[in-house]
């Protein structure tokens, strides 16, 4: 119990000290209000010349909160390969290896209380935006229920990913484009720019199924869109995403660790 209550105080001093820097709040809100203004008057367009009511199985009123959900969510990530990679090539890895607290769930912790704050500021602006283009979103209790169940899995996710990208700075010179073509893939296959239901019907259960839908489709289809069966499914790829990549973060990370005590620390 005393462990759990360490990695939480790390949680939110991490939420805490991300509000003390107003300038890079301002900053980060205005980049999310211009590229949510911008994707929204294009889909806006796109509804406008097709004349239709719903494409992707979308009302133009949920693409456009669907947008400020993914938006919102996108850009509330610290980059957590780049902080990672940092720690492996400063060596400051070996500091937490000789500490009671494990490195990863420290991590995962800072992550979780940065991401959090982030995110709800991120999606207050990005609610503001959408009511003002296109009016209020139609919810009832299981869209806001099954979006928070969704949401700290889909961070979750998110974060393992980072992480593992971060641990290959143990074998590689340089990690920066293999994130780069995870965000690339988080944006496209994981319905950052467009909801997955845009795809072919012969290529969107794939799609749902990668791990990218897990961390942006899955809980933004939730928030506007709320079905059961669909939370259970969504739920169902979360936890096999998260275990997945779990799995290979205790892999890597133990083969990491070793490589460190081998080589002298």
């Not at 949401?151 to 641990?167: E, K, S």
């Not at 893939?185 to 794939?206: A, Q």
């Not at 709320?226 to 892999?251: D, K, M």
Request: with cysteine; proline share 4%; hydrophobic share 55%.
């Amino acid at each position: 119990m005393r462990v759990l209550r360490k990695y939480v105080l790390v949680a939110l001093l991490s939420a805490r000290s991300n509000v003390v820097y107003l300038s890079e709040v301002v900053g980060r809100l205005l980049f999310l209000g211009i590229i949510l203004y911008i994707f929204s008057r294009l889909w806006i367009a796109v509804y406008n010349q097709s004349a239709a009511e719903h494409v992707a199985e979308l009302s133009i009123v949920q693409m456009i909160w669907y947008l400020a959900a993914t938006e919102a969510m996108a850009l509330s990530g610290p980059r957590v390969s780049a902080s990672v990679d940092l720690d492996v090539r400063s060596g400051t890895v070996v500091n937490y290896l000789q500490r009671p607290l494990s490195y990863p769930l420290y991590c995962l912790s800072h992550n979780l209380g940065e991401r959090s704050i982030r995110f709800f500021i991120n999606l207050f602006v990005g609610a503001l935006i959408a009511l003002l283009l296109v009016g209020p979103l139609s919810v009832n209790w299981n869209s806001l229920v099954f979006f928070m169940l969704a949401l700290p899995l889909a961070f979750a996710v998110d974060f393992l990913a980072g992480f593992l990208i971060g641990l290959g700075a143990f074998w590689f010179e340089d990690t920066s484009g293999l994130n780069l073509i995870y965000s690339r893939l988080n944006m496209i296959f994981g319905g950052m720019l467009f909801p997955l239901s845009i795809f072919p019907e012969n290529v969107k259960p794939f799609l749902e199924w990668l791990p990218f839908s897990a961390v942006l489709y899955g809980p933004a289809k939730l928030l506007v869109a709320p079905s059961s069966g669909e939370f259970i499914a969504i739920l169902a790829r979360q936890l096999l995403a998260a275990l997945v990549f779990a799995i290979l973060v205790y892999w890597v990370y133990g083969r990491a660790s070793k490589r460190v005590f081998v080589n002298g620390g």
